[in-house]
């Protein structure tokens, strides 16, 4: 990996830089720019959504790609006319950034509830890791309502929604954290029914794999670069069985993450029942395989790897925080569990 | 052969239908893979299935595209096809493991190396169930090494003279010959001077060994061969061209252990929850326990990865990757990186079940033999080690360690190994 000024890493450098703020016009020209939207202009594939995805993720872009093209897809599939009108367009426009609070967030108080309030609807609670939280203007929250679940479309700067900055791993990802603290919810806020929810998980897996594998496939090829270049002890290092191994090690874990991908994409584009099932799969595999990816990476460069102005650590820091976006492993071997039990049931 | 000779695909698939329906079982529910330890093939049992493949090969549908000199039908890819969808039905002689390396790779090195003499002599019998083939390929010295044999064949006249050892002949207790790798030229560089041959299983000086193995079972053997005579007549491949024959055994071995997980119709279906480990958290009674429960979707998972894997590098492979057949090798690996990884998952999920159980409960023998047979993979038919080198060189592009043996002759290596220090 270079350290040139005009690397593209550069730019994730400069966001937290900037205190891991996205720069508005920056945004702006992002989306309109690029092919961004899967419900936008361009009517990208899911193929190509994963592509340029990748893309992303292999120079560390910054911005929410999965939650925007997460909250324009939960919009055009089942978002109300009004929603529609008000949100798409600026959206689209790269006027208004989005963010997602998803059940797989995680949190350390209550999981965001809607609950009755006489008449009227109050949403309460708190999840973790939410991106871009100092600038998002839309939240889509996934929250308990009546003991299932519910997507909630509202605008942050409502009354009693509260986004804080958090220290993180990650500083080119911008996360925070939401409180509801007794926040009016209209009917009208509401994206309607159970269905939504779970395409919108499987989505999120989809792309925010995308930009991990993306990650994970540049790390490694520099990796592997290096140890053709580095020479010790007479001898180009990669020649040595111990680091040619363990580089054989990352490439299998890429090359199953891959494969695991292309089993979600097949799933997705078929509408097939197991898609939900293969997509946990694919992110309780991806977690670890990216970690293992990266330590290896981190052994082959050595010490060099040490310093803030190798691009190492951004990869190692944003596959590591990958692996706890939109839930680690752990809460996604569950949910394969629940899977089952709902079958057998 | 009774059959006509030219029959039309539609004929030869109704022709082998009426026949296997008139003379075989048909297969009841689906094969299931058999787990090492749970099944011995006796001589006697093999006997039997010897005779039921004679009746197939008289009927016309050994071979069938093989050469007729040789025994065959001479017919078509599309005929071997058509049978074997036909007969995926009924119950076909099942001659073990040796019956497998005898015709998917001992029968494909002869074809392809072996004299017309050595063919016509020797693959009517194979084809026939008279004659099965195990492979003497590794010396007990030299495993990952295959170039390494120090087993000796010396020339004296029109014969030869056999003296050494090989182990990891799978079936050869029950088989009549060994596709056999001797060093016939100590003064040659390494690969240059081997040479392959037929030796008779039962000829003076031929000691075969069953070995018994860590699940009990009894599958490779050992042999030791003092002072054997062969014949010239039986050398396959000509006098110190072993190594490209060698490739070609490889080749085959490799298709024989590795073709379900590289196909391309592998089902992307989940399938259910990891059966086995389920059963066995039930019998541990920790159906709830977390970390059970952990590694059973970690299992489950692992699983899935696999057959993705497989469809990946198929796709990869017909779409034309530089690295071509290379690939192959990263299903190898993941599958003997899998496989013990499972197996201490079930040893952690099972705890005290997973190593005592009640006498002769199949369920708690099927787990430790699990655990037995998970580094079969890992170890046989090119180990772990072997396909990282593979990846790393001709997947990857990573420079090959130095090597100890160019530019010498194979007793000048020897020597040098000998002497071995690290330093030069």
Known sequence: MTTELDHPVDAARRFWDAGSRLNRDTYRADVRSAPFILAGRSELSLAEAVELAEARGRSLRVGPFVAANAVANTLRSHGSEQQKERWLAPLLAGEIVPTLVLETQGTTGMVPTVRKDGRALVLEGSAELVQYALDADLLLVSALHDGRRELVLVESSRSGIELAAVDALDGTRGLGRVTFTGVSIAASDLVSGDTPAVELLDLVALLSLGETIGAMDELFDSALAYSKSRFAFGRPIGSFQVIKHSLVDASLALESSKALRDALLDALVEHRDTASEIASMAKSFVAGAGIDLSHIAWQTYGGIAYTWANDFHLYMRRITSDAALFGDASWHNRRIIALHEGASA | ?424
């Open chain 2, 1 to 424: 052969m009774t059959n006509i000779e030219r029959p039309t695909v539609e004929e030869f698939r109704e022709s082998a239908r009426a026949w296997l329906d008139a003379n075989l079982e048909r297969q009841v529910g689906s094969r299931k893979r058999r787990t090492r330890g749970m099944v011995h093939r006796t001589v006697e049992d093999i006997a039997e299935q010897r005779a039921i493949q004679a009746r197939v090969h008289e009927a016309g549908f050994m071979g069938i595209t093989w050469p007729v000199e040789y025994g065959g039908r001479g017919l078509s890819e599309e005929y071997d096809l058509a049978f074997t969808s036909v007969a995926a039905d009924y119950v076909m002689p099942d001659l073990g493991i040796a019956g497998a390396v005898t015709m998917i790779v001992c029968a494909n090195a002869i074809l392809r190396h072996a004299s017309d003499e050595f063919k016509r002599k020797h693959l009517p019998r194979i084809l026939s169930g008279e004659e099965l083939w195990a492979e003497f390929f590794s010396d007990p010295e030299a495993g990952s090494d295959l170039a390494g044999v120090v087993t000796t064949a010396t020339r004296d006249g029109d014969n030869w003279i056999l003296n050494g050892a090989k182990i990891w002949s799978s079936g050869a207790y029950y088989a009549d010959f060994g596709l056999c790798l001797a060093r016939t030229d100590w003064d040659a560089p390494k690969h240059a001077g081997l040479t392959w041959f037929a030796v008779d299983t039962t000829a003076p000086g031929v000691v075969v060994e069953p070995l018994k193995e860590i699940t009990g079972d009894i599958e490779f053997c050992r042999e030791i061969f003092t002072d054997v005579v062969i014949a010239d007549s039986e050398r396959i491949g000509e006098v110190g061209e072993g190594w490209p024959v060698a490739q070609t055994v490889l080749r085959f071995e490799r298709e024989a252990s590795s073709g379900s997980l590289t196909s391309g119709s592998v089902s992307l279906d989940p399938g259910p929850l990891a059966p086995d480990l389920v059963a066995l958290a039930a019998r541990a009674g920790r159906s709830d326990d977390e970390h059970a429960l952990q590694l059973i979707a970690r299992s489950h998972v692992d699983d899935f990865v696999l057959r993705a894997l497989g469809v990946r590098m198929s796709r990869l492979m017909s779409e034309g990757h530089p690295a071509g057949p290379g690939l192959v090798s990263y299903t190898k690996l993941a599958v003997g990186m899998t496989e013990p990884k499972r197996a201490k998952a079930a040893i952690e999920i099972g705890g005290a079940a997973a190593v005592a159980w009640g006498p002769g409960d199949i369920e708690g023998l099927s787990t430790a033999l699990g655990y037995l047979n998970s580094r079969v993979t890992s170890i046989a038919g090119g180990t772990n080690e072997i396909q990282h080198n593979a990846i790393g060189e001709r997947v990857l592009g990573l420079p090959r360690e130095p090597s100890f043996d160019k530019g010498k002759t194979f007793r000048e290596i020897q020597e040098a190994a000998e002497s071995w220090s690290g330093t030069r």
